[in-house]
């Protein structure tokens, strides 16, 4: 109960709620009964959105891109149409390298649009509010991307779209913000500090292109008990040391990716609601604006963001090599003049007034979250 109230709005089921392809008549999956009994009677995920929207959060889904191969084996009609089948728009060539599930659609042949509305009208159905499409933005499939947009907008309700595996590449920056809410920057990320790394530098590349309704993801937030019953490594808790786990969150704040929890969350510990719960850390990620990487230079690293309506900055100071020393930021480099004040988000506290620059001495792999603020 202490996440609800805070930015964390909805509760994601992200894949493999049907294992054995429960499926309709139309060719549509739905959640296996055994595994969400809500389901029962084809009742779908209804009883189970109901329930999500009535403890103040949304509900989300993941789902493969396409068509269920099993409904183009068994030819079922498509929903809206007159005579198509699954088989007549379905490309065969088109497949998961990682699942064997689905088929692509032919965006071109008649039908295919029809059966991506047919499946957005029933997640609407539902009370569903974000979908996740996997196998979507790598290769990136702009028709069906296009398809999936088309559908939501048909579909009478608000839902979030999210494209994913990434990377997603630089060069379809404008059509992604345009037809897609947020999309993955990496492959999958999780708790190594390789991949943590790599994660600044796909941040810079897609520096300036975040906005309302349109984000670069930097991927779930790998902090908590992680992989329950997999399925990358065994049953543990985030790998990250303890200053990891804080570079982690400030630079999912200070860059406002999306923040998703990708951890058991009855399981977290005392740790993991201090990192979860700091409401002027959150606050970086809901108001900051414009995120920017001032300086990366031996080993150090600094980004900000503006403060909405306001001069102050949020600024985070990181640490990235392998051994502790001193991080320093200039305020002229900033656009900060005469005495700053220097708040330390974390402790909640100001550490002083300072001029010219601020440098302080961080662990390796940490960092600090300030606000600055000028007078």
Same mark, same amino acid.
């Given at each position: 109960g202490s996440l609800i109230?805070?930015?964390?709005?909805?509760?994601?089921?992200?894949?493999?709620?049907?294992?054995?392809?429960?499926?309709?008549?139309y060719g549509r999956l739905m959640p296996q009964p055994t595994k969400f009994p809500s389901a029962f009677g084809g009742k779908g995920f209804k009883p189970l959105a109901d329930y999500v929207h009535s403890l103040g959060l949304?509900?989300?889904?993941?789902? =493969?891109?396409?068509?269920?191969?099993?409904a183009v084996w068994a030819k079922n009609p498509v929903l809206g149409t007159s005579g198509i089948t699954a088989d007549m728009i379905a490309d065969t060539l088109s497949k998961c390298p990682w699942m064997n599930h689905m088929y692509g659609l032919d965006m071109s042949?008649?039908?295919a649009?029809?059966? $991506?509305?047919?499946?957005?009208?029933l997640y609407g159905s539902w009370g569903v509010d974000f979908i996740k499409v996997d196998d979507i933005a790598r290769p990136y499939r702009k028709q069906e991307i296009e398809g999936y947009r088309k559908a939501i907008d048909q579909c009478g309700r608000s839902v979030i779209l999210s494209l994913s595996p990434g990377d997603t590449h630089i060069e379809y920056a404008a059509h992604v913000k345009e037809y897609a809410n947020m999309w993955r920057m990496a492959d999958d990320f999780w708790d190594n500090w390789q991949q943590l790394l790599n994660m600044f530098d796909y941040a810079k590349t897609w520096e300036g292109m975040g906005g309302p309704g349109h984000w670069p993801d930097c991927d779930m937030i790998q902090i908590?008990?992680?992989?329950?019953?997999?399925?990358v490594g065994p049953e543990r808790f985030s790998r990250f040391s303890e200053e990891e786990l804080y570079t982690h =969150?400030?630079?999912?704040?200070?860059?406002?990716?999306?923040?998703?929890?990708?951890?058991? $969350?009855?399981?977290?510990?005392?740790?993991?609601?201090?990192?979860?719960?700091?409401?002027e850390v959150l606050a970086v990620n809901q108001h900051g604006e414009n995120p920017k990487q001032l300086y990366k230079k031996d080993g150090s690293m600094v980004w900000y963001s503006h403060v909405k309506n306001s001069k102050d900055l949020y600024v985070g100071l990181f640490n990235v090599a392998d051994t502790a020393?001193?991080?320093a930021v200039d305020f002229a480099s900033l656009g900060l003049k005469g005495k700053v004040t220097v708040r330390d988000l974390w402790k909640k506290k100001d550490v002083g007034a300072y001029s010219k620059l601020y440098s302080q001495n961080i662990n390796a792999h940490g960092s600090v979250l300030l606000k600055l603020s000028s007078h």
């Open positions: 109230g805070n930015p964390f709005q909805m509760q994601l089921q992200d894949g493999s709620y049907v294992p054995w392809l429960t499926m309709d008549e949304q509900f989300g889904i993941h789902v =493969m891109r396409g068509i269920p191969r099993q042949k008649k039908g649009q029809e059966y $991506l509305n047919s499946l957005l009208n908590g008990k992680l992989s329950k019953r997999g399925p =969150m400030n630079f999912w704040c200070l860059y406002r990716s999306p923040l998703m929890l990708g951890g058991n $969350l009855p399981e977290n510990r005392e740790l993991e609601r201090t990192l979860f719960t700091n409401d020393h001193r991080v």
